[in-house]
C-alpha cells in the first residue's frame, strides 16, 4: 500500500528565510505527487503537482517541489517564506491503483509558523 | 464559478444521533471523494463516488457510515448513531474527470463534534 511521510510535525522559520518541507513517499510504481495547504478552518488548496516529466515542478505562490525518484521524495521549498505562509502543508500521493484512481493518500501535515 | 460547497460548516451532535454532511461539487464534475481529518492527523479517504455509484468505498468504516451521490442534489455522507470517535473534520473534494492526473478541488469542510 501507498504512503506519505512528512517527518516534521511543526516547522518555524524567520518571515524572509528559505522553507524546505520534507517528503518521503512509498509506491510500487511511478507516483502522482501533490502538495496541498490548509489555512486554520479552511479547506485545502492545491500549490503543486507532479506526473511526470521534468522533475522540478513550479506552483502557486512561489512555491517549487523537486521529484526525486532515488530517494523517494518530494519536498517543497520556498526562497523567501512570508507571514502569510503561515498555514498546515500536506504532501499527498495518488492513484491507488486499481480502480480507485481518485484516492489521495497524505502525509500527517507539517504547521509551518513564521516569525516576523 | 463558485467551489466546492459544503453544509453545515459545524455539526454538534449528541451520541447516539445521527449526522448528515452535505457537499455539493464544483460545476460539471462529477466525481466527489470524501476524506476525514482527525485531530492532529492528515486526511484519511473514505469514499469515492459517481452520479449514482459507489466507486471505491475501501475507506468507509464498516458499520453506521454510508455515502450517497444521486442523480439530482448533493452528495450526503451519512452517519447514524454518532459516537464521540466521530469528532473530526469531514471534507469533500470533487474532480471534472476520472483518473489520478486530474486536481481534486476541497471545500471548506463540515467540522463534527459529538458531545
Known amino acids: 500500500a501507498q504512503s506519505v511521510t512528512q517527518p516534521d510535525i511543526h516547522i518555524t522559520v524567520s518571515e524572509g528565510a528559505s522553507l524546505e518541507l520534507r517528503c518521503n513517499y512509498s509506491y510500487g510504481a511511478t507516483p502522482y505527487l501533490f502538495w496541498y495547504v490548509q489555512s486554520p478552518g479552511q479547506g485545502l488548496q492545491l500549490l503543486l503537482k507532479?506526473?511526470?516529466?521534468?522533475?522540478l515542478v513550479q506552483g502557486i505562490k512561489g512555491f517549487e517541489a523537486e521529484f526525486k525518484r532515488s530517494q523517494s521524495s518530494f519536498n517543497l521549498r520556498k526562497p523567501s517564506v512570508h507571514w502569510s505562509d503561515a498555514a498546515e502543508y500536506f504532501c499527498a500521493v495518488g492513484p491507488d491503483g486499481g480502480t480507485s484512481y481518485g484516492k489521495l493518500t497524505f502525509g500527517q501535515g507539517t504547521i509551518l509558523t513564521v516569525h516576523p | 464559478n463558485a467551489g466546492v460547497m459544503q453544509n453545515p460548516r459545524h455539526l454538534v451532535r449528541r451520541r447516539g444521533q445521527e449526522a448528515r454532511l452535505r457537499c455539493s461539487p464544483m460545476k460539471g464534475h462529477s466525481h466527489v471523494y470524501w476524506y476525514r481529518q482527525l485531530p492532529e492527523e492528515g486526511l484519511k479517504f473514505m469514499v469515492y463516488?459517481?452520479?449514482?455509484?459507489?466507486?471505491?468505498e475501501s475507506g468507509m468504516p464498516k458499520e453506521r457510515f454510508s455515502a450517497e451521490f444521486p442523480k439530482e442534489g448533493p452528495s450526503i455522507l451519512r452517519i447514524q448513531q454518532v459516537v464521540r470517535g466521530d469528532s473530526a473534520a469531514y471534507f469533500c473534494?470533487?474532480?471534472?474527470?476520472?483518473?489520478?492526473?486530474?486536481?481534486?478541488?476541497f471545500g471548506p469542510g463540515t467540522r463534527l463534534t459529538v458531545t
Open positions: 507532479y506526473f511526470s516529466g521534468d522533475t
Open positions: 473534494a470533487s474532480s471534472l474527470n476520472y483518473g489520478g492526473t486530474d486536481e481534486q478541488y
Open positions: 463516488l459517481q452520479k449514482e455509484n459507489i466507486i471505491d
